[in-house]
């Protein structure tokens, strides 16, 4: 009996480990599935991680093709089409912060260049008004020798010969209101005074001459001018970015035939014949100004260039007779002109920029009465550096400085502006 209680024990307990042997099973098959779900979870990680590198990997290439001035490729813009919602959202916060800051530096360069001060930078948001306060001093200096005779043979002239030194100095403080009638029109007015003082000396051959001088001064209203400016596009896709610019130039100025002139009845030397006892404050003729500015930021620089076209109206005169007789009316046509200028312009922080630029100028031949002046037609040109320096989010300083090339621009000028901006709405 004891062999066959044995047995019966030895039956019960087989189920035993049987369920112990199936229960590790299940654990083992429910530890592999847990692997294998971490596995395929990681494993979309990784490819979600890929993506998002790949993502940000072409926004780096976007942004270094911009700023290299560059627009966007198919291809650039394919990888950006990537179903990333998340990287996509960050990536377009961070393009138009860099956007927003790149135009931010770009209007900071343009406003301290002074060679485009005639015409306009960065347009005037709408609403906006900026009153531009302004002085500017120009220094004119000429040697002239005067020949009235003739020559024999080269060294032996008979006649008279004098030398002059025409010294001008004008002090020119303006007032220019601009107004931003929508984000791309803008009107704008400069209201100019002009002040100057200078001297003519004049000086005989010879040692025994003695140099005569006369100096004359101006305290006046200049030549009021009124304009606009329209942005034709907003420079995206690599396009730079296009202004148009009409002034109109009024003759409120004294003109250079309404100042009185030395003659031969008030003096009794001919080197004084001709010479005005006051200087002009305006031009003395109206004129339109129509222009196109071309602006190209390539950070943390803006290209720029300018090409103007000035119409000077024709009028009459009474021109002054240096020998004291009667003047005579004749109808005055002055040269046409184009200019153009170039340069560029860099920020050195976020709150100062530095501006260098050219400008030339070439004046067509005058004529008057129809008949057109031999030898009236000339070019000069201008050498410009600029710098301007943030005040406060709404005042800029600004200062110019230029160079004249050729014996028909002004030795030197300095400009200094303090653009303030206002809300007018």
């Known amino acids: 009996m004891a062999w066959l209680a044995l047995a019966v024990v030895g039956l019960g307990a087989a189920p035993a480990y049987a369920d112990s042997d199936s229960a590790s099973l299940d654990r083992l098959k429910a530890s592999v599935a847990a692997q294998q779900a971490k596995l395929q979870q990681e494993e979309l990680q990784l490819e979600q991680q890929s993506l998002e590198l790949d993502q940000q990997q072409s926004l780096l290439d976007h942004e270094m093709a911009t700023l290299r001035g560059a627009g966007d ?219 196109l500015s071309v602006f190209y930021p390539t950070a943390p620089g803006v290209i720029f260039g300018n090409i103007q076209y000035i119409y000077n109206f024709s009028r009459s005169f009474t021109i002054a007779n240096p020998g004291g007789g009667p003047g005579s009316k004749d109808r005055l046509a002055p040269g046409m002109a184009i200019a153009a200028t170039f340069g560029l312009g860099f920020a050195l922080n976020d709150k100062t920029s530095m501006t260098l630029s050219y400008q030339e100028e070439h004046v067509f031949g005058a004529s008057v009465n129809g008949q057109s002046l031999a030898g009236s037609a000339y070019d000069f040109g201008t050498l410009n550096f600029g710098l301007g320096y943030q005040l406060s989010p709404r005042t800029n300083l600004n200062l110019g400085v230029g160079i004249g090339v050729g014996p028909y621009a002004p030795a030197a000028k300095i400009l200094i502006e303090i653009p303030i901006r206002f809300d007018a709405l």
């Open 73 to 291: 490729t198919d291809e650039k813009r394919a990888v950006q089409s990537k179903p990333v919602p998340e990287v996509q959202s960050v990536g377009a916060e961070q393009q138009q912060q860099q956007q927003q800051e790149q135009e931010r530096q770009t209007t900071v360069i343009l406003q301290s260049s002074t060679a485009l001060s005639g015409t306009s930078g960065v347009l005037t948001p709408k609403g906006q008004l900026v009153v531009d306060p302004a002085v500017e001093y120009d220094y004119w200096t000429q040697n002239q020798l005067n020949l009235n005779g003739f020559t024999i043979i080269p060294g032996i002239t008979l006649g008279n010969i004098y030398i002059s030194r025409v010294d001008q100095h004008y002090l020119m403080p303006s007032l220019t209101a601009r107004y931003g009638l929508t984000d791309r029109l803008e009107l704008n007015i400069k209201l100019p005074f002009v002040a100057g003082f200078g001297s003519t000396t004049a000086q005989q051959a010879g040692p025994s001459a003695q140099p005569l001088t006369t100096s004359p001064t101006a305290a006046y209203i200049g030549d009021v001018q009124l304009g606009a400016a329209y942005q034709f596009n907003s420079g995206a896709n690599g396009w730079p970015v296009l202004v148009g610019n009409l002034t109109f130039k009024t003759a409120t100025g004294r003109s250079p035939y309404d100042v009185p002139i030395y003659t031969a009845q008030n003096q009794s030397n001919a080197l004084l014949d001709g010479l005005p006892k006051q200087l002009p404050t305006g031009t003395g003729f109206y004129a339109l100004e129509p222009s």
